[in-house]
């Protein structure tokens, strides 16, 4: 069972980090076009910088929980590391349930929310006359992806945990 879920999670985590290089190369040629049309053209497009924007709302949401999945966020690890491996693998658990009702409850509620809302409100961008709704889908997709690698870790560690009590 727990190998059918990181098999699928790394499948997931795969195409998350390549839609992010996608968004990232995009992003990139969107503020080159912008800076060549405003300095050697001499007439800027108007909606290079509103892309960007949105380009780096996307990136930055994604590239968040590429992060957290990878451990690649901020942590005091200095008091945790003088814990026994069991307090440690308890309080982590813990810790990833916290990170997974956040995921759940503002991520994943709150973006949707917003995003419904934004859509039914029909908020529509100045410059490339696109449904900001759009941009507002970054949070709860971000936070489905947090929400899936903080159900994984919280298996992992509870198999860990009965495991070793087993073996005890």
């Known amino acids: 069972m727990l190998s059918l879920i990181q098999k699928f999670n790394r499948l997931l985590i795969k195409m998350l980090e390549i839609t992010v290089i996608l968004v990232m190369g995009f992003l990139v040629i969107d503020v080159l076009w ?3 049309s405003r300095y050697v053209l001499h007439n800027q497009s108007p909606w290079t910088e509103e892309l960007a ?6 990136v930055s949401l994604l590239g968040a929980a590429i992060g957290f999945i990878r451990g690649s966020h901020l942590g005091v690890d200095y008091f945790v590391g003088k814990l026994s491996k069991r307090k440690q693998v308890i309080g ?9 009702f956040f995921a759940s409850l503002a991520m994943i509620y709150g973006g949707t929310r ?4 934004t859509f039914q409100l029909a908020q529509i961008s100045p410059a490339m006359q696109l449904n900001v709704g759009y941009v507002y889908l970054a949070v709860p997709i971000s936070g489905f992806f947090i929400l899936i690698f903080s159900i994984e870790t919280i298996i992992k560690n ?8 087993n073996n005890e």
């Open 34 to 36: 912008g800076v060549f």
């Open 92 to 100: 982590q658990i813990i810790v990833y349930m916290l990170v997974a």
């Open 158 to 165: 509870a198999a860990y945990l009965l495991n070793k009590s």
């Open 114 to 117: 917003l995003a419904v809302l």
């Open 53 to 58: 924007t949105m380009l780096l709302i996307w």
